[in-house]
């Protein structure tokens, strides 16, 4: 095994250095999201990724949920990096949106992620944040209207949930 390849949840070998929509599995992305906790483990609360998906999902018309269920697919294969150091990371930029697009691609999705998609992922920022922190703080967030987020799940609970709404919305 090479330095840019890694074994998912299902036991898939991928490497990221070749990665393609073939590598793809909802089930790597259901877990693995459910695992990774979202602002680097600073909030009071453990809150997954993947209920944040889930979340943001719901925000968004029918047409566009898919994409706001996996709008951060690509952080299960590559983690989360907090914004602040992305920003400092243009190589991980384009890994990133190289993964994502391979996932777009697995679900037959149009790339790129649309408008709205990253309107409701703000507000649900704009809702973690207020909901997550002791300490509130200007993020830059702007006139953006917060949608309340539920009780932060376990990472099981999360990933029962995506993996519903995923049916839900390809049914």
């Known amino acids: 095994m090479n330095t840019t390849t890694m074994q998912t949840f299902s036991g898939k070998l991928i490497d990221l250095a070749k990665f393609t929509h073939l590598d793809v599995r909802l089930?790597?992305?259901?877990?693995?999201?459910?695992?990774?906790?979202?602002?680097?483990?600073?909030?009071?609360?453990?809150?997954?990724?993947?209920?944040?998906?889930?979340?943001?999902?719901?925000?968004?018309?029918?047409?566009?949920?898919?994409?706001?269920?996996?709008?951060?697919?690509?952080?299960?294969?590559?983690?989360?990096?907090?914004?602040?150091?992305?920003?400092?990371?243009?190589?991980?930029?384009?890994?990133?949106?190289?993964?994502?697009?391979?996932?777009?691609?697995?679900?037959?999705?149009?790339?790129?992620i649309p408008e709205p998609v990253k309107l409701a992922d703000r507000a649900a920022l704009a809702a973690e944040k207020a909901a997550l922190f002791s300490v509130q703080h200007d993020w830059g967030l702007g006139e953006c209207m917060p949608a309340r987020i539920g009780v932060p799940l376990p990472w099981y609970e999360a990933k029962s949930e995506f993996e519903s709404r995923f049916k839900e919305i390809v049914k």
């Open 27 to 112: 089930t790597d992305i259901s877990h693995a999201l459910s695992m990774i906790n979202r602002f680097t483990g600073h909030s009071t609360s453990p809150y997954s990724v993947a209920q944040h998906s889930v979340h943001v999902s719901r925000l968004l018309p029918d047409d566009l949920a898919l994409w706001g269920l996996l709008h951060d697919a690509s952080e299960a294969y590559l983690g989360d990096v907090a914004t602040p150091l992305k920003s400092l990371l243009p190589c991980y930029q384009e890994i990133e949106e190289r993964v994502q697009r391979a996932v777009a691609r697995a679900f037959g999705m149009r790339w790129p």
